[in-house]
């Protein structure tokens, strides 16, 4: 059964840190592009950050560039997102995803809700 699966959310303070989590089981996420996707509630869901599907290459939103950093382990089949200077606008459920730029094919996890508030 292929699945992605989150943790690591939860309650942040304003200028601290969380680091979510990502397993994949079911598939290899090494043949995959791993994104981060966060959704705010009445927003739209957005790309937060991505990383190649040999961790050399990664991308980030304006919003959280210098604050977050995305990293990945193919042996362990996991993603992470290092989520450092919390700001409370960074409040959102948050979706890891898996992107085949071969088959095209998308999986998503079931995402994880961070609250940042004092």
């Known amino acids: 059964q292929v699945q992605l699966v989150e943790s690591g959310g939860g309650l942040g303070k304003p200028g601290g840190f969380l680091r979510l989590s990502c397993v994949a089981s079911?598939?290899?996420?090494?043949?995959?592009?791993m994104s981060w996707y966060r959704q705010a509630p009445g927003k739209e869901r957005e790309l937060v950050a991505t990383?190649?599907?040999?961790?050399?290459?990664?991308d980030f939103a304006d919003t959280v560039k210098g604050r977050f950093t995305i990293s990945r382990d193919n042996v362990k089949n996991t993603v992470d997102l290092q989520m450092n200077s919390l700001k409370p606008e960074d409040t959102a459920v948050y979706y890891c995803?898996?992107?085949?730029?071969?088959?095209?094919?998308?999986?998503w996890g079931q995402g994880t809700q961070v609250t940042v508030s004092s």
């Open positions: 990383v190649s599907e040999e961790g050399d290459t990664t």
């Open positions: 079911g598939f290899s996420l090494k043949y995959y592009v």
């Open positions: 995803q898996a992107h085949s730029t071969w088959s095209h094919v998308q999986y």
